[in-house]
């Protein structure tokens, strides 16, 4: 009996004092990320790869660039720095035990170290991580003003372009020097102004937009200055503006710096002037200036022949330049007829179809009346 007592007891002895042979030793890492600068690098991901086994350990800095972690299993480890999905740095054959393992990233110290060992002189290093900082700095001002944009744009299609300036706004303050975010500003100053029911604050949002435009037009010019072979988008899109400023111009009641603008647009790019001549007409037209809107359709007409709004809109300006005879009988104005019935033949159906005839027929012109209609064979000969 005293044998077996003693026997149990030294089975619980050795329970409690043997280690459970699936328990594997683990231990702590921890350590500070900091960038070029110095500054924390702040939700970055720490991963930590066991290269024996291929087990992942996925890690997050705090606010003060920190990341710590219990539980690492033994083994060895390559620890790679990452952020916004791109690795900043890496650290192979890191060895992890029971004691704690501290690994720091300081990429200004890891920089000069790889420029050592690559034979680069101090001046040398330096221009190397004044590029690096400049880089980073511009990825994530890019991700700010992106998303300045995207929550502008969200404003704007829910009709809320007070917001949508508000965003465009700061996004200006956080960068000066983007041509396209001042448009956008402009864009959306522009929308709103029309909102207003203030004519002061309505006055006031078309000057606004006029700034905002003639500096995206200021930064985009320099850009181009700057470039010595100049792409016919980056061309384009300066005309875009120009056209835009022209159309806040007309709305602020600068009629002249409005003719400026539209026919600048013209010029920088032809394959649109069509459009930008058009819209100088309509300016024109809506400030009484027969004349002036007649040359403006003409010249849309010459860029597009088949711009049949510009033919329409310049038969409605050499209306009112019709005369009358003794009798009394209205004498049209040289080329009236024609412009309306070219309209009609371009667009027999068109917005202005119904309008175009009536004109002509008030006029006693001739209205055709084929257009739009299939022409009948002819009648086949009797034998």
């Known amino acids: ?183 956008k500003l402009g864009e959306y100053q522009l929308a709103s102004a029309g909102k207003q029911t203030d004519s002061t604050e309505k006055t006031k949002r078309y000057g606004e937009a006029v700034d905002d435009y003639q500096k995206a037009i200021d930064l985009k010019q320099k850009a181009l200055d700057a470039t010595p072979q100049k792409t016919p988008d980056a061309t384009k899109l300066l005309a875009q503006y120009y056209n835009n400023m022209g159309q806040a111009d007309s709305k602020a009641g600068k009629t002249d710096d409005a003719v400026k603008a539209y026919t600048q647009a013209a010029q920088l790019d032809p394959s649109g002037a069509a459009q930008y001549y058009f819209n100088l007409g309509a300016i024109m037209t809506n400030s009484n200036k027969v004349d002036e809107a007649i040359a403006a359709f003409d010249k849309a007409i010459a860029a597009d022949p088949t711009k049949a709004d510009a033919y329409y809109w310049k038969g409605v300006n050499l209306i009112s330049k019709a005369t009358t005879d003794k009798d009394g009988k209205v004498i049209p104005a040289p080329g009236t007829e024609e412009a309306l019935n070219k309209y009609l033949e371009l667009q027999p159906t068109g917005t202005y179809a119904e309008g175009a005839k009536g004109l002509l027929q008030s006029l006693g012109g001739t209205v055709e009346t084929s257009y739009g209609k299939q022409k009948k064979p002819p009648a086949k000969k009797q034998q």
């Not at 170290?113 to 590029?131: D, F, I, S």
């Not at 690096?132 to 001002?141: F, L, R, S, Y």
Request: overall charge neutral.
């Open 1 to 183: 009996m005293r044998q077996r007592f003693v026997v149990a007891i030294l089975i619980v002895l050795m329970a409690l004092t043997s280690v459970p042979a699936f328990a594997q030793a683990s231990g702590t890492v921890r350590g500070v990320c900091k960038d070029l600068d110095g500054k924390p690098i702040t939700g970055a991901g720490v991963e930590w790869l066991n290269t024996d086994n291929g087990r992942k350990y996925e890690l997050k800095t705090n606010n003060k660039g920190e990341y710590f972690s219990l539980g690492i299993a033994s083994g060895k480890y390559k620890v790679t720095l990452s952020k916004d999905g791109k690795e900043l740095f890496h650290f192979n054959g890191l060895s992890v035990g029971t004691d704690e393992v501290v690994q720091d990233f300081d990429l200004k110290k890891e920089t000069a170290a790889a420029a050592l060992q690559q034979g680069m002189t101090p001046e040398q290093l330096k221009q190397q991580q004044e590029q690096q900082a400049k880089a980073a700095k511009e990825v994530n001002t890019v991700k700010a003003l992106n998303e300045k944009l995207a929550a502008a744009k969200q404003a704007s299609d829910a009709g809320d372009f007070d917001a949508a300036v508000a965003q465009m706004t700061e996004a200006s303050q956080m960068d000066p020097n983007r041509d396209l975010i001042w448009a």
